[in-house]
């Protein structure tokens, strides 16, 4: 089994859908979670961190559930510029261990 | 925020030679950097873990004596790629950070080996 696992995709949504992704994780020791966004030949970047409350950035919302080992990124009325792939990543800093997802392509269509 | 640097963007090499790609963390200090390998279409794949001041940690099925990692200082790591070969072409990208903050990635290194 992966160490964290994401929904294989591809999503294919029309502007102005409401897309959801999860991501789940198999060290329970794991302490921080974040999304990040990679669009075609470039870098990962930091989307949002994820915390146990859940937060919420515009469009875009985040929450973890510990008890079930997953975290999910909601995105709210999708725009042509949301198109990319999203990776969940997760960190365990008891041995600086630092584990994406396969990540997840998305594709927000007119 | 934290500003990573990777050097060089691209690079062009003959099959047999090595290649040195830098990552560098230039407003913090770095013990631990990561270094990861992306094919086209495909994911990223952690390759190592850089630790300042001791041995990279490699994952499975990566060749440490091929890929060098050299972590001298908090602010840079290098990884080397001895005797490439073609299907050593790929996007060679590292990060760095503070952890709590989440961490950045490098702009990646393209790496193409003909």
Known sequence: RK????????????EGATVAFNCTYSN?????????????????KLLMS?????????????????????????????????SATYLCV??????????????TRLTVKP | ???????????????????KIECRSLDFQATTMFWYRQFPKQSLMLMA??????????EQGVEKDKFLINHASLTLSTLTVTSAHPEDSSFYICSAGQGYDGYTFG???RLTVV
């Open chain 2, 49 to 58: 873990t850089s630790n300042e001041g001791s041995k990279a940690t490699y």
């Open chain 1, 50 to 82: 994820v915390y146990s409350s859940g937060n919420e950035d515009g469009r875009f919302t985040a929450q973890l559930n510990r008890a079930s080992q997953y975290i999910s990124l909601l995105i709210r009325d999708s725009k042509l510029s949301d």
């Open chain 2, 107 to 109: 702009s990646g290194t």
């Open chain 1, 90 to 103: 997760v960190i365990s800093y008891n041995n600086n261990d630092m584990r994406f997802g396969a990540g």
């Open chain 2, 1 to 19: 925020g934290a500003v990573v640097s990777q050097h060089p963007s691209w690079v062009i090499c003959k099959s047999g030679t090595s290649v």
């Open chain 1, 3 to 14: 160490e964290v696992e994401q929904d294989p995709g591809p999503f294919n949504v029309p």
């Open chain 1, 28 to 44: 329970s020791a794991s302490q921080s979670f974040f999304w990040y966004r990679q669009d075609c030949r470039k870098e990962p």
